[in-house]
């Protein structure tokens, strides 16, 4: 296959279930002149380094996830949004080979307006920390410990919502007061939630 990196063919060796869907999807993406790595695991494909499209599987589903899908134009309406807290990415689901076969002039039109997207320097505007629900149980510990409001004040953006969600997702107080005191000393030493 033109333009593969073999850092990635074991990808498309190991997944069983969506081999033929994922097979596909790698070829309609180096068709498209992309540059074919292994980011997070999972074969991404970039354009003069910044990342385009990745492909990624799931137990129901495999999907090509678009790295700033939010900004695309979606004539289709195929492009799904994962979870309610993803800002930026939007996935095209796939459950079986024929979806994707249907798909494959659409698929390469969608890569290139995102690659479009990146020759125009666009940029997400991404919702401030600030901006998202904070557990009562972490504001309690913010407000009774400077040092812990000064290292979570110094973490980057994504690190605070992270935790944020992390924080706030619990159900129960006693689950987000636990959450809260496990992450503490991560939080002191400048770690993000995954880190």
């Given at each position: ?144 410990n400077p040092a ?16 944020l969600l992390h ?29």
């Amino acid at each position: 296959m033109t333009g593969s990196n073999p850092k990635v063919d074991f990808y498309f060796s190991k997944n069983e279930k969506w081999q033929k869907e994922i097979e596909l999807m790698r070829s309609i993406a180096l068709d498209c002149m992309l540059s074919e790595e292994l980011k997070w695991g999972v074969p991404c494909y970039t354009f003069q380094q910044s990342n385009i499209v990745l492909i990624h599987v799931f137990k129901e589903y495999c999907a090509f996830l678009f790295f700033k899908g939010v900004l695309m134009s979606d004539p289709k309406g195929i492009l799904i949004q994962q979870t309610e807290n993803v800002q930026s990415a939007r996935q095209v689901r796939f459950t079986h080979v024929k979806e994707v076969k249907a798909l494959k002039d659409v698929l390469k039109a969608y890569i290139f307006e995102a690659i479009e997207i990146e020759k125009a320097g666009l940029k997400v505007e991404m919702k401030k920390p600030a901006e998202f629900a904070m557990a009562e149980e972490f504001e309690t510990e913010l407000n009774k410990n400077p040092a812990l409001k000064t290292a979570f004040e110094a973490l980057t953006p994504g690190r605070q919502r992270a935790y944020l969600l992390h924080f706030s997702s619990a159900r129960q107080s006693k689950t987000r007061t636990s959450r809260v005191e496990k992450s503490i000393p991560d939080i002191l030493k400048g770690k993000g939630l995954n880190d």
